[in-house]
């Protein structure tokens, strides 16, 4: 939980210096943190308060220090630019953000920026029951626990334990303790939620290759109403996801999203986007469950666009007459003659 007061030891820390370079490490008593100006002294650090500002020692003063033997340290190899020390360094307990960010991982994390979305549109709020698929190193679940809060409730369902154990581990140096709203399972998520209470979820959260194949058990331990989100990355997966959602009858017109991040430089005058930004990381696909006995609405296609037919498995007159209505599905012969007088008028230009 986010604390206020003396940093004690146990807790993780963020040192960022003037260039906003971060490192987040955790307090330990005659620990150490080796940046590239020096060595950062817990002990120096323990007891102060977030927003104080702590300078690096040299690696030699940090063993005088430790009392240590020059004969032990003279195998270590001290690199000359980490030696010097006498830079700054602000202290600061890490935002969430910065912590999944930072945090051991074993599998790949989804960005904050996917994250956020799927907190907000996803409607995740206090109380509720969430299910979620794929903990991966603990992300997306540290973020619905907090969303969540002790009163709601997480269920994670993780095929890999050794996956499994990086999440809860990350968790419990979050919060301090194990949280004990949260039940992580291990096993597949068919088996798994077949054994779970049906409609006992208000929300459900699938981070794995294949949630199209996962939805049939979806629907049976999400209460009606209840919002569906998966986190795929490639187009394909998004493709058939989505049709899949269409297929079943029983959710509502997908909603597909992605979320691309760039930060900006404001200083003085010199106001510009960075030249990197965090792009494409993936897309999420939101849908709401039907009641039992009702079926999604949808919307009516016009009889010529056949977006579901492989044009290559179609005969040579079917193959032209599809192409002749997508090229001129968008166009009316009134506005054709006007493209190509404007275009005539243009090119006759270059002629003078």
Do not use: C
């Not at 959260?205 to 194949?213: H, K, R």
């Not at 930060?263 to 986007?273: C, E, F, I, N």
Request: charged share 25%.
């Amino acid at each position: 939980m986010p604390q206020r007061g003396p940093l004690r030891i146990g807790e993780k820390v963020q040192f960022t210096d003037r260039k906003g370079k971060r490192i987040t490490d955790q307090l330990v008593a005659g620990g150490t943190t080796q940046t590239e100006h020096g060595l950062i002294v817990h002990d120096d650090v323990i007891g102060l308060h977030e927003g104080s500002i702590v300078d690096t020692v040299s690696a030699a003063r940090s063993r005088m220090r430790d009392g240590a033997h020059p004969e032990r340290d003279a195998s270590k190899p001290w690199k000359e630019t980490r030696a010097i020390g006498g830079w700054q360094y602000t202290v600061m307990r890490p935002l969430l953000a910065d912590y999944v960010l930072s945090m051991p991982r074993g599998a790949q994390i989804m960005y904050p920026k996917d994250i956020a979305q799927v907190i907000q549109s996803g409607d995740i709020r206090s109380g509720m029951s969430v299910l979620e698929s794929g903990a991966g190193s603990g992300a997306m679940s540290l973020n619905i626990l907090e969303a969540v809060g002790e009163g709601g409730e997480l269920t994670t369902i993780e095929m890999r334990p050794d996956f499994a154990r990086i999440a809860k581990a990350n968790a419990t140096l979050y919060f301090g303790a194990y949280p004990q709203w949260w039940n992580v399972l291990v096993g597949d998520f068919d088996s798994v939620a077949s054994s779970l209470t049906e409609r006992a979820y208000d929300r459900i959260v699938l981070d794995m290759l294949d949630p199209w194949n996962r939805l049939d058990q979806a629907y049976r331990v999400i209460a009606p109403g209840g919002v569906l989100v998966a986190y795929v990355t490639t187009t394909t997966q998004m493709s058939r996801l989505a049709q899949a959602l269409r297929s079943a009858g029983v959710w509502t017109e997908p909603d597909i999203r992605e979320t691309l991040e760039r930060s900006w430089k404001a200083q003085g005058l010199a106001v510009r986007p960075d030249h990197q930004m965090i792009g494409h990381t993936g897309f999420l696909v939101f849908s709401r469950a039907m009641a039992p006995g009702f079926t999604a609405l949808r919307k009516r296609e016009h009889g010529s666009k056949n977006t579901g037919a492989d044009i290559d498995a179609m005969s040579d007159e079917e193959r032209r007459e599809q192409l002749e209505q997508l090229e001129l599905r968008d166009i009316s012969d009134r506005k054709l003659r006007r493209v190509l007088r404007d275009l005539d008028i243009q090119v006759g230009e270059l002629d003078r």
